[in-house]
């Protein structure tokens, strides 16, 4: 069982940043493949940016492409966020996951773990 905690949300101004983190239980962290969601009010949850065991490869929504960059260190076991010129619409609770798995592109319904979430709110 993995335990994932979310942190580093928080209020903030349209184009400020923040940079969120997910510290997992696991020490075999190195073998899980972690993505960040995001689910606004009224929405579906949706898929932010995934990152690979090793971290080599990455994968992000179009709408945070060039503005987010995903990260890990493995020997800390967490996952980042970093999110740049931050905008009304990513409001949103931010939540990190986990599969054990060697691919990048996993489907939401797919990871094996989830945090209980970190709040970002964006005011314009």
């Known amino acids: 069982q993995v335990q994932l905690v979310e942190s580093g949300g928080g209020v903030v101004q349209a184009g400020d940043s923040l940079r969120l983190s997910c510290a997992a239980s696991e020490s075999t962290f190195s073998m899980y493949a972690m993505g960040w969601f995001r689910q606004a009010p009224g929405k579906e949850r949706e898929f932010v940016a995934s990152?690979?065991?090793?971290?080599?490869?990455?994968s992000y929504a179009d709408s945070v492409q060039g503005r987010f960059t995903i990260s890990r260190d493995n020997a800390k076991n967490t996952v980042y966020l970093q999110m740049n010129s931050l905008k009304s619409e990513d409001t949103a609770k931010y939540y990190c996951?986990?599969?054990?798995?060697?691919?990048?592109?996993?489907?939401?319904?797919?990871?094996?773990?989830w945090g209980q979430g970190t709040q970002v709110t964006v005011s314009s």
């Open positions: 996951a986990a599969r054990s798995s060697s691919l990048v592109d996993i489907p939401r319904t797919k990871y094996d773990y």
């Open positions: 990152i690979s065991r090793s971290g080599s490869r990455t």
